[in-house]
């Protein structure tokens, strides 16, 4: 039985979720989570918890990786698959948008954040969280540095004139975008000014679920 803890308080039904609370994907299901006030059993797996290599997990997921949601007998996984899911099923018209366009921009920005953004500040991440000093490898943080500022560019100057990245209201795409802005603005590097940056992740740090999800220190 894989040790677990128990957040959230307001559905009638459990959810589980299996993954650690300092993977980024998983926050980004937490987040959701919390945000719509659902309860749910987070199920420690990944990493140094183990389990994912499992018979049990594989046949959960047969990627091995994390976050996995149970929900009765459905299970999912891929993390923005999870969030479109839970925001469809218990926040329409809030977090999962009514107006096509508007769910489409949403959409388009947690695609981007997956794809594009997360890839390239991930070897930085990597090199600067999770290895000790004398493993690193500079030259993959320089290329991702680089990258990662093309990336917080192309953000910043969406952010100039809307307050979220769907327009006026906070939806599933700020989910997944709060999630690599905070990591990215808190990575150990010198990085180009970005007040529109700072100032969305300021605003999505004032959400109570942000806070409990979006893990700080980087780990």
Request: aromatic residues 8%.
């Amino acid at each position: 039985m894989i040790d677990g803890t128990l957040r959230g308080d307001a559905s009638s039904s459990m959810l589980k979720i299996y993954g650690r609370p300092n993977s980024i994907n998983v926050q980004k299901v937490v987040f959701c989570l919390d945000e719509i006030g659902l309860s749910y059993d987070l199920v420690l797996a990944g990493r140094q918890h183990g389990h994912v290599d499992t018979p049990e997990f594989r046949k959960m997921n047969p990627n091995g990786l994390v976050p996995v949601l149970v929900d009765d007998d459905f299970v999912l996984w891929e993390s923005n698959a999870i969030v479109r899911y839970l925001c469809a099923q218990h926040s329409a018209g809030a977090l999962w948008p009514n107006d096509l366009r508007v769910r489409a921009d949403s959409d388009r920005w947690m695609d981007w954040q997956t794809t594009t953004f997360g890839p390239a500040i991930g070897p930085a991440f990597y090199n600067l969280v999770r290895q000790p000093e004398d493993a690193r490898d500079h030259a993959a943080v320089s290329a991702s540095q680089k990258k990662g500022e093309a990336c917080a560019a192309i953000l910043e100057k969406w952010l100039g004139d809307r307050p979220y990245v769907s327009g006026e209201t906070f939806t599933m795409g700020d989910i997944a975008i709060g999630a690599i802005v905070l990591r990215w603005l808190n990575l150990p590097l010198e990085r180009t000014p970005a007040p529109n940056l700072e100032a969305y992740c300021a605003r999505i740090m004032e959400r109570p679920a942000a806070r409990k999800a979006l893990v700080l220190p980087l780990s």
